[in-house]
């Protein structure tokens, strides 16, 4: 290994790097600012995302059977729904336990001590994996013996899965657009400072430096301002989220905004490392069309 | 060392360069390119370091089709021969000591090879004792200097000047000619572009005239202008 070599390399990168404070500082900031969004989109998404999921999880298909089923043919579902993979679990509610659950959910409003005889079927009640699978396990279950009736949220549903699928379009769309607004606002800035330093290149060139030699301190000067706009982005996003957030689910109790399942280690890994690729991506190409091959 | 076969030249803007030129220099030469201004002297020492590429006909340098090369090729030609200009062209933030260097670290060498050869190359042009210097420190002759010690420290074969006492007075000139000399009978093949008539006239080499793109005159010990001493132009 030869040290000369190395302090040569990070010699030319912090030299490089320090010279124009102004361009490091723009370019160290449009990288903050579009992580920050890019964070602040992200954890919205999956907030969201979390109150619809929980939404979707307490959907429950409801299954009745005729008052004239027989045991077999409920012992025949529940074989079919223990096979059915989609499938996440199931209880079985007979009459009698049903007429209880009715007399405490109705207490108070209506008397159901009145009733001569239980006029409830027995039923199941099924909770599938996924929320999308909903409406064809259903379906699956409504042509089995001694079925009579299938019931789920089915608009709800149908409103929540559609609404989960919208967003995540949107979300493509914006966080596509945001990094390519970024890219091209960094590589104008970094293409300023490899402008202001087309002579240089050139004399590089001319000495016998091979293109990507010229590259490579402009690259890792890339992912520097990657990286510090990254950290500078997640500092502010821990601040405010420290700050805000708190307030922000107080302020709107309906949404039940809880971010407790929304994992922060891998958001910052993934921020990170797309300021970082931002940073190096951008210099490789603003660099391109100085090199004269 | 360096063969041109019927090379042609037009740049993309229709400006013809350089038309049907043909010239064999010999390992060791030393040989003056003069001309007046845009008759291809530039754009000849540009198609042997492959700054440019030839519409037509074939280079060869050292045994290399250098028309042909492309990519990180270019870069190790550039490494096998020097080159130094009017502007000098060094980096400014640079000290002297580290321009000379820094066409070291291009080729990849050792940083104990750079420290053993960049202080004996300073020494060889005379710049030791400023070598902590940045050049908007230097003279232009030091500059030049520096800038001849970037081309020599890898030991090149070919030593290409365009140009080189453009910005200098006589005293500089002279003193920059003797260094190219010493270099030269080192083994270093000198090509010299200039329109330095008494530069020219003094040192009695192989002088190659160009006009409009075409190989006027080729002369061993030859003067600036065709058979005829300074004295003689000036009283004619």
């Not at chain 1, 490089?16 to 361009?23: E, I, L, S, Y």
């Not at chain 1, 009579?148 to 699928?165: E, H, M, P, S």
């Not at chain 1, 240089?200 to 001319?206: G, N, P, S």
Request: one cysteine or more; a positive charge.
């Amino acid at each position: 290994m030869d040290w000369g070599k190395v302090k040569f390399f990070l010699g030319e990168v912090g030299r490089n790097f320090t010279r124009n404070a102004g361009m490091q500082a723009t370019a160290i900031g449009t990288v903050a600012v579009t992580v920050v969004l890019l964070g602040l989109f992200l954890f919205v998404r999956l907030t969201l995302a979390g109150v619809g999921d929980r939404l979707l999880k307490q959907i429950e298909i409801s299954v009745y059977f005729h008052t004239s089923a027989t045991t077999a043919q409920e012992n025949h579902l529940r074989d079919v729904l223990r096979a059915d993979r989609r499938v996440a679990s199931f209880t079985f509610v007979p009459k009698a336990e049903g007429l209880k659950q009715l007399r405490r959910q109705t207490q108070g409003s209506i008397d159901v001590s009145i009733l001569t005889q239980n006029p409830l079927p027995d039923k199941f009640r099924v909770r599938v994996t996924d929320p999308s699978e909903v409406a064809a396990v259903a379906d699956s279950l409504r042509g089995q013996p001694g079925v009579a009736n299938v019931v789920y949220g089915k608009t709800i549903v149908g409103r929540l899965l559609q609404l989960g699928v919208v967003l995540r379009r949107i979300s493509i769309v914006l966080i596509v657009a945001l990094l390519f607004v970024a890219s091209i606002i960094i590589s104008n800035t970094i293409r300023l400072t490899v402008f202001a330093r087309r002579r240089e290149i050139a004399i590089m060139q001319l000495v016998g430096a091979t293109a990507t030699y010229v590259r490579m301190p402009f690259v890792c000067e890339g992912v520097l301002h990657g990286l510090v706009g990254s950290l500078v982005a997640l500092a502010i996003l821990g601040i405010g989220k420290a700050a805000l957030w708190s307030k922000l689910a107080l302020a709107l109790p309906w949404l039940e905004l809880n971010s407790a399942h929304v994992a922060l280690a891998p958001i910052a890994f993934q921020l990170l490392a797309v300021g970082v690729a931002i940073g190096a991506l951008s210099s490789w190409f603003s660099i391109g069309r100085y090199l004269r091959t | 060392m360096i063969s041109i076969r019927n090379v042609s030249l037009t740049y993309p803007n229709g400006v013809r360069a350089l038309d049907n030129v043909t010239l064999e220099i010999a390992k060791g030469d030393f040989l003056f390119l003069v001309g007046s201004s845009g008759t291809g002297k530039s754009s000849l020492l540009k198609l042997l370091y492959r700054d440019a590429i030839p519409t037509h006909g074939e280079i060869v340098v050292d045994g290399i089709r250098v028309d042909k090369l492309r990519g990180a090729r270019v870069a190790s030609l550039r490494r096998h021969l020097g080159v130094i200009f009017q502007d000098f062209k060094l980096l400014n933030d640079k000290t002297v000591w580290e321009n000379v260097a820094f066409a070291m670290h291009v080729t990849g060498a050792h940083t104990r090879e750079i420290e053993r050869q960049v202080p004996r190359t300073l020494d060889l042009v005379g710049l030791a004792h400023k070598s902590r210097m940045f050049p908007s420190e230097l003279s232009g002759g030091e500059q030049q200097r520096t800038a001849i010690a970037r081309a020599i420290v890898n030991n090149p074969k070919l030593l290409l000047c365009d140009e080189p006492t453009g910005n200098l007075d006589p005293e500089n000139t002279a003193e920059i000619m003797d260094l190219l000399l010493r270099i030269n009978t080192k083994g270093t093949t000198v090509v010299v572009a200039t329109h330095n008539q008494s530069v020219v006239d003094r040192m009695r080499k192989r002088v190659v005239r160009l006009e409009d793109g075409r190989i006027f005159t080729d002369e061993e010990r030859g003067f600036y202008y065709l058979g005829l001493g300074q004295g003689q132009v000036l009283s004619g």
